[in-house]
């Protein structure tokens, strides 16, 4: 018998660190404790990926009365109502952390609805006053949206308080140009909200292909959203009624009345302290006008902060950051880490692969070494991104490279007349013909490049794709109709 209370204790109820306590203890048999201090599910389950792409569902409504009347429809357009669907998306989010919950206790993994801290190398100190030993230490505590460093930024709220307003503003302020910033201006803007969007940098998706990136501004644009890059908030405060500043042409008095009571005054956020009524902003492009809410998605840090690591000699990186090797293991050998509080690839398929391979690794003899290599992810704005492998950008500096590209309306909106354009993009290396990277800005784009990260991961060539007979009519059947680079690098 061990002299520890379990084999494995689990820091965080998220997705990886629950694929690793219920595999851990369900197929290898090893004794398992989790702390999860909030809601089980974590960032993805209660405050990301599902609420957010729920919310995208919503969103994408918004157009269905005019096209369905163009292809022929007798439609009534009608109101978003957001309290019928926060009754019911909080339900959904109800249901599954109930779901994790049965998973764990399934797999007899031992839960405690408290935080957990590290007090040395195999014990955890829980906040109901219980101290535990494990054998083994996970790690998987995730991430949090932080405010920028300004005056006022309390006044602000960040993407976990999406979830939780009680009413739709009628205008919001999004700063920030990653994928957060973009998927909520889109999602916003489709439920009826005013949108402006500020970016300091040149072109928002940093990061992303600069194609693609630049067709998902100007798709934003045309769809409404009032995008301004190169610009940031230099001064922010509560308005003041009969403050009415340039370029807004309705007083803080009559943004209360539109938005009502409730929903701007006195009104407690979720984590971002108490509402004083509509927001004051100057931007460094000299504009200065009133905002029913501003939210900041300016970035995010992992929860390392208080778990006692660096006095146990645990490395943190310059973003409090856990230091992990290939096999996510620390500077402490009985710890490990996965997902978002590694900062390493922050996505929830990424977490859970990180938390099998720590299984395969520790308790399975099996030592495996997380493969981040070729991941395929989707921006969920309007339209899509899809994207896997190297940009043309990183690929070009890599090796000589012919591009494969291709931009055009799609079928089903340029029959009625919309503008909406596409985008389909290979990047394939010179000499070896695989293909490098696949870029699609078009809707459901994050289902098609699940397909096309498969062949890609397998090693496809360009001819591979050309030997594949396309489905007509389709958007996707471009991707293997393109015969003819449009560029080498």
């Known amino acids: 018998m061990s002299d520890f ?18 595999v851990a203890a369900g197929e290898a048999g090893a004794r398992v404790g989790l702390a999860e201090e909030s809601r089980y599910g974590g960032t993805c389950v209660i405050r990301g990926c599902v609420p957010k792409k729920l919310m995208v569902f919503a969103s994408e409504y918004a157009e269905t009365v005019a096209d369905a009347g163009a292809y ?42 408290c935080r957990a801290t590290i007090k040395d190398a195999h014990t955890v100190s829980l906040s109901n006053g219980a101290e535990k030993t494990a054998k083994h230490i996970l790690v998987a505590a995730g991430g949090h ?33 990653g994928y957060i910033a973009c998927e909520f201006a889109c999602i916003l803007h489709g439920l009826g909200v005013e949108v402006t969007q500020y970016y300091r940098g040149a072109q928002i998706l940093r990061g992303f292909d600069e194609e693609a990136r630049g067709l998902i501004a100007e798709e934003m644009k045309q769809r409404g959203i009032d995008l301004h890059t190169g610009t940031n908030i230099v001064d922010m405060r509560c308005a003041e009624k009969g403050e009415e500043p340039e370029g807004m042409g309705v007083s803080v008095q009559q943004v209360g009345e539109v938005v009502g009571d409730s929903a701007m005054m006195g009104q407690e ?61 620390t500077a402490v050998p009985s710890i490990y880490a996965i997902g ?15 938390g099998m391979a720590f299984v ?42 012919d591009v494969y590209c291709t ?37 459901n784009a994050g289902e098609m490049i699940q397909m096309a990260g498969i062949a890609i991961k397998m090693g496809a060539t360009k001819e591979d794709f050309d030997r594949t007979v396309a489905v007509h009519p389709t958007m996707s059947e471009e991707i293997v109709t393109m015969r003819n680079p449009v560029r080498s690098a």
């Open 5 to 22: 209370d379990y084999d494995l204790f689990v820091i965080g109820g998220g997705s990886g660190g629950v694929r690793a306590a219920r």
């Open 72 to 113: 022929g429809w007798d439609l009534k357009e009608g109101a978003f109502d957001w309290p019928t669907f926060s009754k019911r998306l909080n339900g959904e989010l109800d249901r599954l952390e109930g779901v994790y919950r049965k998973l764990l206790q399934g797999s007899g993994v031992e839960t405690f609805d």
């Open 145 to 177: 949206p932080v405010r920028p460093d300004m005056a006022n930024a309390d006044l602000g709220i960040v993407s976990d308080d999406i979830f939780h307003m009680d009413a739709l503003p009628k205008s919001i302020l999004i700063v920030g140009g």
């Open 269 to 329: 956020d979720h984590g971002g302290g108490t509402r004083k009524g509509p927001i004051w902003v100057k931007a460094t492009n000299g504009n200065s006008r009133v905002f029913d809410r501003v939210l900041f998605a300016t970035g995010r840090k992992p929860n390392t902060e208080g778990l006692g690591l660096e006095e146990l000699g645990v490395k943190l990186g310059r973003n409090g950051e856990i230091v992990v090797d290939d096999y996510s293991q």
């Open 340 to 354: 978002d509080v590694t900062d390493r690839v922050n996505l929830t398929p990424v977490a859970i692969r990180e």
């Open 360 to 401: 395969e690794t520790v308790f399975k003899g099996n030592p495996t070494p997380v493969d981040h290599d070729l991941i395929p992810s989707a921006v969920f704005t309007q339209p899509e991104l899809g994207t896997v492998g190297l940009t043309e950008e990183a690929a070009r500096d890599q090796e000589e490279i």
């Open 407 to 443: 931009s055009f309306r799609p079928m089903q909106t340029a029959f009625i007349g919309r503008a909406d354009r596409v985008l389909m993009k290979l990047i394939v290396s010179k000499a070896s013909r695989r293909v490098l990277g696949c870029h699609i800005v078009a809707p």
